[in-house]
């Protein structure tokens, strides 16, 4: 289904078919409890395989040969385990990660998804069928409305694997961006709310902050900050 942005900038939801919208939380839903969760459910959709493996340069080609996209990855036993608590935490695995934010994005819930053993995901409340196809569609959708984009210097060259000296300086040099970027404060949503507030033309309440959506607030937010 073609993506309308003219609705989507006025607040509507995204249908992914008849019965299954993603919704875009509001920054007051945010505020009040669901940051960590949107945080978590959209780094699944948005990180890429060699964005996660670009601290071993020696293997990352192959391993995002086997495992193009962490759909594939979250259907291997080991990958799935070890990615997962790598990523999320002890005891937490990718491909639970992902069917809980396909729950999340959707507002159902993760009981009405089901893993089959050919690598698909099943809804039959929904009707709703996922393969690696639709998740890649369903990933596109959250890196547009999160406004994701990869950091580039951390994302390692392909072609270093038989390069020892090449990849000694790339971990050189991916080591010291990663200690460059945990010395920066970051940004929290209530930093960006204050912000927004501050740099839009006109006046601009906390409450109607609150009730725009995570995409309108991003827009906003960049849009106003570039003209100062």
């Not at 259907?75 to 639970?96: A, K, P």
């Not at 210097?153 to 200690?179: E, H, Q, V």
């Not at 507030?197 to 609150?210: C, K, N, R, W």
């Amino acid at each position: 289904m073609e993506l309308n942005y003219d609705r989507l900038i006025l607040g509507s939801d995204v249908p992914i078919n008849e019965n299954v919208s993603i919704h875009i939380p509001t920054i007051r839903e945010l505020a009040e409890g669901q940051y960590n969760e949107f945080m978590l459910f959209t780094r699944v959709f948005v990180t890429s395989v060699r964005e996660q493996f670009s601290s071993m340069p020696s293997e990352v080609d192959k391993i995002e040969e086997e495992f193009p996209t962490f759909w594939e990855l979250a259907f291997n036993d080991n990958m799935n385990v070890s990615v997962g608590q790598t990523m999320f935490g002890e005891g937490i695995d990718v491909l639970s990660v992902i069917v809980n934010g396909f729950a999340y994005w959707t507002k159902t819930k993760p009981e009405q998804y089901r893993v089959l053993s050919n690598n698909k995901i099943i809804s039959e409340d929904l009707n709703w069928i996922i393969d690696s196809q639709e998740f890649q569609k369903f990933s596109d959708y959250i890196k547009m409305i999160t406004l994701s984009e990869p950091n580039e210097d951390l994302i390692a060259p392909k072609g270093m694997a038989s390069k020892p000296n090449r990849c000694k300086l790339w971990l050189t040099l991916y080591k010291g961006r990663i200690r460059k970027l945990q010395k920066q404060k970051s940004k929290s949503l209530g930093d960006r709310l204050l912000l927004l507030e501050a740099v839009a033309p006109s006046y601009l309440s906390f409450s109607d902050i609150g009730d725009l959506n995570y995409y309108q607030f991003q827009n906003l937010l960049s849009a106003y900050s570039k003209r100062y």
